[in-house]
């Protein structure tokens, strides 16, 4: 039987890789379902994936039966509750890794930093250093809130398409949370052009009022991912942000790196583990 050209040059990266082609299947099929907003009909995952219907359907029985994707009553497929226990946990390995880097940009800037995440469309912190001084700004890891009226959803949205842009704003509206905030998708497309032309996202009062916060994406992330600082609209002026948004777009190559080496190093470790404990055959 003639081998597809998909399923040829899927089996020639798993073979350059020393992978398991149906865990890479497996988990291509998990992320594109992400993408597609957690909830997908096999025709769609065919068409996107170019892999034969039997074998979607083979793979979706099995992380059905694994707790990882659930059918749905109308036949679609959802990704599954267990997903949840291992997203929490790579979010405070997350944390774990991205602390020391957000401790050398509050000695550097002397303020507090964060690191934030694109949670379906909400923004999550998953890691915080706070600022010495006696007045600092305080946000809890795992805090939620909306992209429109903070710096880190506009680094982490710059990237995104206008259409997706706007379909996000639709689901979750832009409510004012002070007279500050962007409350227009044209106001929010101009931003993230400006964030793309200068490197960086600003919120300036539009979170709360008297804080102004500067935010850059971690370029090539495993993850779509941000850091930033906040502070006092006092101390976080217009020249401290000409020093400070140099030292944040290094902190964030610098933190793309040990994210990219930690998943590396993982799996070099899981080949070299299966590799000594695998029967020859």
């Given at each position: 039987?003639?081998?597809?050209?998909?399923?040829?040059?899927?089996?020639?990266?798993t073979?350059?890789?020393?992978?398991?082609?149906?865990?890479?299947?497996?988990?291509?099929?998990?992320?594109?379902?992400?993408d597609?907003?957690?909830?997908?009909?096999?025709?769609?995952?065919?068409?996107?994936?170019?892999l034969?219907?039997?074998?979607?359907?083979?793979?979706m029985?099995?992380?059905?039966?694994?707790?990882?994707?659930?059918?749905?009553?109308?036949?679609?497929?959802?990704?599954?509750?267990?997903?949840?226990?291992?997203?929490?946990?790579?979010?405070?390995?997350l944390?774990?890794?991205?602390?020391?880097?957000?401790?050398?940009?509050?000695?550097?800037?002397?303020?507090?930093?964060?690191?934030?995440?694109?949670?379906?469309?909400e923004?999550?912190?998953?890691?915080?250093?706070?600022?010495?001084?006696?007045?600092?700004?305080?946000?809890?890891?795992?805090?939620?809130?909306?992209?429109?009226?903070?710096?880190?959803?506009?680094?982490?949205?710059?990237?995104?398409?206008?259409?997706?842009?706007?379909?996000?704003?639709?689901?979750?509206?832009m409510?004012?949370?002070?007279?500050?905030?962007?409350?227009?998708?044209?106001?929010?497309?101009?931003?993230?052009e400006?964030?793309r032309?200068?490197?960086?996202?600003?919120?300036?009062?539009?979170?709360?009022?008297?804080?102004?916060?500067?935010?850059?994406?971690?370029?090539?992330?495993?993850?779509?991912?941000?850091?930033?600082?906040?502070?006092?609209?006092?101390?976080?002026?217009?020249?401290?942000?000409?020093?400070?948004?140099?030292?944040?777009?290094?902190?964030?190559?610098?933190?793309?790196?040990?994210?990219?080496?930690?998943?590396?190093?993982?799996?070099?470790?899981?080949?070299?583990?299966?590799?000594?404990?695998?029967?020859?055959?």
């Open positions: 039987m003639p081998t597809s050209s998909a399923s040829t040059s899927d089996a020639a990266k073979a350059s890789s020393g992978g398991v082609q149906s865990l890479e299947r497996a988990f291509d099929l998990l992320e594109r379902m992400a597609a907003g957690g909830e997908v009909g096999l025709s769609e995952l065919s068409a996107s994936s170019g034969p219907l039997p074998t979607i359907h083979r793979l029985r099995t992380l059905v039966s694994c707790g990882y994707v659930r059918q749905q009553p109308n036949r679609r497929y959802a990704l599954g509750p267990r997903l949840i226990r291992l997203g929490e946990s790579a979010s405070r390995l944390g774990t890794w991205a602390r020391p880097h957000l401790a050398r940009l509050v000695e550097e800037t002397g303020e507090t930093a964060n690191m934030a995440l694109l949670d379906g469309d923004i999550v912190y998953v890691a915080q250093v706070p600022s010495k001084h006696s007045m600092r700004m305080f946000t809890e890891v795992g805090r939620r809130v909306l992209p429109h009226s903070t710096g880190v959803g506009k680094a982490l949205l710059a990237g995104a398409a206008p259409d997706e842009v706007r379909a996000l704003l639709r689901r979750t509206g409510p004012a949370a002070t007279d500050r905030t962007i409350t227009t998708p044209e106001g929010f497309l101009q931003a993230l400006l964030v032309r200068h490197g960086y996202a600003v919120d300036d009062s539009e979170q709360e009022i008297g804080v102004r916060c500067l935010a850059v994406p971690v370029p090539d992330s495993p993850t779509v991912a941000a850091i930033s600082i906040s502070g006092p609209a006092g101390r976080v002026t217009d020249a401290a942000t000409v020093r400070i948004v140099p030292v944040l777009q290094e902190v964030a190559r610098e933190l793309s790196r040990t994210l990219n080496s930690a998943g590396a190093g993982a799996a070099t470790s899981t080949g070299a583990n299966a590799g000594a404990g695998a029967p020859a055959g």
